[in-house]
Structure formats: C-alpha cells, structure tokens
C-alpha cells in the first residue's frame, strides 16, 4: 500500500515536472496539484 502510494506520488512529480519544462505557468498548474 505504501508502495503504491509512492508510485503515485513520484509518477505525479513527474507530471509535475514535465508541466514545469512545458508551461509557462507551471507553478499555477503545480499548485494547483499540491492543493488536491
């Protein structure tokens, strides 16, 4: 269970991350994500 939690978390940073390269309002979008 843990494990998957930490899948989940690492494979959303890594959205997160190519959403920070990608846009120019990347640190909306990833506050947007933290918020959830």
Known sequence: ???RLYL??????ET???HFWNSPQA???IL???SR
């Open 1 to 3: 269970m843990l494990i």
């Open 27 to 29: 640190p909306l979008d």
């Open 16 to 18: 997160a991350a190519k």
């Open 32 to 34: 947007v994500l933290a």
């Open 8 to 13: 989940t978390l690492s494979l959303h940073l």
